[in-house]
């Protein structure tokens, strides 16, 4: 079992930035592929980033186009921990925003699909005025 908890939430104006964290406990999290969704009122949740395990030394990212250039996801394996730095944030950026980790190969996550994911956290609220 894997529990995960976000945090770093809040109110940002349009052009500023966030860092979402998501903490994870349990299972050591380095052996996951963390990903990052959101869902803003009345839309399904949607695909934001992924960060692969370890593999050869080098980590995989994906992005989706709405946030390419914008955010960065990171982690760092020694804290247990994913993060997910939003700059030139946006008001379509407000949203609910959820971490998950996953167990397939890297190369599985590359379109999003949130059904691939095995835990999910409880979500942290980012809203952006304009």
């Known amino acids: 079992q894997v529990q995960l908890v976000e945090s770093g939430g809040g109110l940002a104006q349009a052009g500023g930035s966030l860092r979402l964290s998501c903490a994870a406990s349990?299972?050591?999290?380095?052996?996951?592929?963390m990903g990052w969704f959101r869902q803003a009122p009345g839309k399904e949740r949607e695909f934001v980033a992924f960060i692969s395990q370890i593999v050869i030394k080098t980590y995989y990212a994906y992005y989706d186009d709405s946030v390419k250039g914008r955010f960065t996801i990171s982690r760092d394996n020694a804290k247990n921990t994913v993060y997910l730095q939003m700059n030139s944030l946006k008001p379509e950026d407000t949203a609910v925003y959820y971490c998950?980790?996953?167990?397939?190969?890297?190369?599985?996550?590359?379109?999003?699909?949130?059904?691939?994911?095995?835990?999910w956290g409880q979500g942290t609220q980012v809203t952006v005025s304009s």
């Open positions: 349990g299972r050591t999290s380095s052996g996951y592929g």
């Open positions: 998950a980790a996953g167990s397939r190969t890297y190369s599985s996550y590359r379109d999003g699909d949130a059904q691939l994911y095995d835990y």
